[in-house]
């Protein structure tokens, strides 16, 4: 992001008033478009407001931009000539479609986070860089010889990755399947993206878990979907519920994410799986399982995922690269049936033509490589040593103000705060103090829970995080009273 330079003579206002006139001559606001308010171009800048102000009143002087009581800022409309009837409303347009933007509490962590790269970041569901395999990936890099085709690729994925993910899926999670029912994707949320737009229809019930990170992903409201909850206790949903929603909204499909669920951590036990399986083949319905942290289990053998129990398929099975290695290659996968998989990879290539095969290349070698199970190893060791540390901080600066369950994998803590508190106002009182991190509500909670992720920040960085959020809630707590 741009900053005003304070080494050079130029005063920092006509160094703003240049940068805006800049962006508007290439058309990044046309005319008629609203400009950021000055308090939030001071913040993203880093500047006072009334040098701000005083960057508006140069660029009104010339015409540039409109500013009237009540409306905000705007690009003048005249300045070139131009008149509304010729210029897009790029306003209406980007306020409408059908894809809905992200929650604005997710909007406002990513733009706190990219405007301070300071803050202490607990909201972040994705590995830090000292998690990532970055040294076995560059020497597996240095070691191949990648393709020297760089056309478009089969549109179900790279065959020699679907291969090595038939072999790492018996190995590591007990499922017994074939490349060809196997589905290269960009990540979870690309599959159940095309879930949602190709096998369901708008007016369709499905229901999701409550808590879920479902409720954060504003596709299933893009689809049109009727979106009914499942309770999720300490063992994950509970197929009563399931027949229940059934009977009552005929729901069409259900979505779980049941290994260290996110956000509560929860596992289901053995009865709980087979009670899952059992009503979902009684009712012929499918279930849509997610599974990113089963192999992050801290110290026991990962949990067993549904689709390993699963003789009828009535599981399509979602997995990815991004909490076990590395977000950034854009690696993730289904299993389903050979119908569903070819629809759905027609429709992908509708979108794409197919992922690029040189991370697909890369992430087939590392599956097939003696990197991969250290590199497990290690990751395991070093988020349950952050859990720890997350977990120690929060006792020693939060006793009685909040309640948790020691999650036994996953990269998140779910944490219940005992005294009532506004989700936004802590939030916003969180990010001035230096921490951010994602309020209960995004993920269909009531207010008052919080979830910490603890894979991206640093080690260094938990504790001082922690008492950054404790200062913020007891400041919250004495205005209260």
């Known amino acids: 992001?741009?900053?005003?330079?304070?080494?050079?003579?130029?005063?920092?206002?006509?160094?703003?008033?240049?940068?805006?006139?800049?962006?508007?001559?290439?058309?990044?606001?046309?005319?008629?478009?609203?400009?950021?308010?000055?308090?939030?171009?001071?913040?993203?800048?880093?500047?006072?407001?009334?040098?701000?102000?005083?960057?508006?009143?140069?660029?009104?002087?010339?015409?540039?931009?409109?500013?009237?009581?009540?409306?905000?800022?705007?690009?003048?409309?005249?300045?070139?000539?131009?008149?509304?009837?010729?210029?897009?409303?790029?306003?209406?347009?980007?306020?409408?479609?059908?894809?809905?933007?992200?929650?604005?509490?997710?909007?406002?962590?990513?733009?706190?986070?990219?405007?301070?790269?300071?803050?202490?970041?607990?909201?972040?569901g994705e590995l830090a860089a000292d998690l990532a395999p970055i040294d076995e990936i560059t020497a597996l890099m240095g070691e191949h010889r990648y393709t020297s085709y760089l056309g478009y690729d089969n549109p179900q994925g790279y065959t020699p990755l679907r291969e090595a993910l038939v072999s790492h899926l018996e190995r590591q999670r007990g499922i017994r399947t074939t490349e060809s029912s196997i589905l290269i994707t960009s990540g979870?949320?690309?599959?159940?993206y095309l879930i949602t737009q190709c096998l369901l229809s708008p007016g369709d019930?499905?229901?999701?878990?409550?808590?879920?990170y479902c409720y954060s992903l504003p596709l299933f409201q893009s689809a049109g979907l009727r979106l009914f909850r499942l309770p999720v206790d300490q063992y994950g949903a509970r197929s009563e519920d399931i027949r229940s929603l059934y009977k009552k909204h005929r729901i069409k499909m259900v979505f779980l994410n049941p290994n260290f669920q996110n956000p509560t951590g929860s596992v289901p036990t053995a009865?709980?799986?087979?009670?899952?399986?059992?009503?979902?083949?009684?009712?012929?319905?499918?279930?849509?399982?997610?599974?990113?942290f089963s192999l992050t289990a801290y110290e026991n053998s990962p949990p067993p995922p549904l689709k390993s129990m699963d003789p009828l398929g009535s599981i399509l099975y979602i997995g990815s690269f991004?909490?076990?290695?590395?977000?950034?290659?854009?690696?993730?996968?289904?299993?389903?049936?050979?119908?569903?998989?070819?629809r759905l990879a027609d429709a992908r290539q509708q979108m794409d033509?197919?992922?690029?095969?040189?991370?697909?290349?890369?992430?087939?070698?590392?599956?097939?490589?003696?990197?991969?199970?250290?590199?497990?190893?290690?990751?395991?060791?070093?988020?349950?040593f952050k859990r720890d540390?997350?977990?120690?901080?929060?006792?020693?600066?939060?006793p009685g103000l909040i309640t948790f369950s020691v999650p036994q994998g996953g990269l998140h803590l779910w944490c219940k705060l005992v005294p009532e508190v506004h989700d936004g106002k802590l939030l916003d009182e969180a990010i001035r103090k230096g921490i951010v991190f994602v309020p209960g509500s995004v993920y269909g909670s009531e207010s008052g829970y919080v979830r910490f992720t603890?894979?991206?920040?640093?080690?260094?960085?938990?504790?001082?995080?922690?008492?950054?959020?404790?200062e913020a809630l007891r400041s919250l707590l004495n205005t209260a009273q």
């Not at 019930?205 to 409550?210: F, L, N, P, Q, T």
């Open 205 to 212: 019930a499905v229901a999701i878990e409550d808590p879920s």
């Open 389 to 398: 540390l997350l977990i120690e901080a929060l006792r020693k600066e939060l």
């Open 271 to 292: 009865e709980r799986r087979n009670q899952l399986l059992a009503a979902a083949s009684e009712l012929g319905l499918p279930i849509v399982e997610d599974d990113p």
């Open 1 to 124: 992001m741009w900053k005003p330079d304070r080494q050079v003579k130029k005063p920092i206002y006509e160094q703003i008033a240049d940068h805006l006139e800049q962006r508007i001559s290439y058309g990044e606001f046309p005319p008629g478009s609203l400009l950021p308010s000055e308090r939030k171009l001071a913040e993203q800048l880093g500047v006072n407001r009334s040098t701000v102000i005083l960057a508006f009143a140069e660029l009104r002087a010339m015409g540039i931009i409109e500013s009237r009581t009540g409306s905000g800022t705007r690009v003048s409309t005249s300045k070139w000539e131009a008149t509304p009837k010729h210029t897009p409303n790029w306003s209406r347009y980007a306020e409408g479609g059908s894809f809905l933007p992200n929650l604005p509490f997710m909007r406002k962590i990513r733009e706190s986070l990219a405007q301070q790269p300071s803050l202490i970041d607990m909201a972040s």
């Open 188 to 192: 979870s949320q690309q599959s159940l």
């Open 322 to 342: 991004s909490k076990i290695a590395a977000s950034g290659l854009r690696i993730g996968w289904m299993v389903a049936p050979n119908a569903i998989v070819e």
């Open 353 to 384: 033509f197919g992922l690029s095969v040189i991370p697909q290349q890369v992430a087939a070698q590392f599956l097939n490589s003696a990197y991969f199970d250290p590199h497990l190893n290690r990751l395991r060791m070093q988020l349950q």
């Open 454 to 470: 603890f894979a991206r920040a640093r080690a260094e960085e938990i504790a001082p995080g922690v008492a950054k959020f404790a």
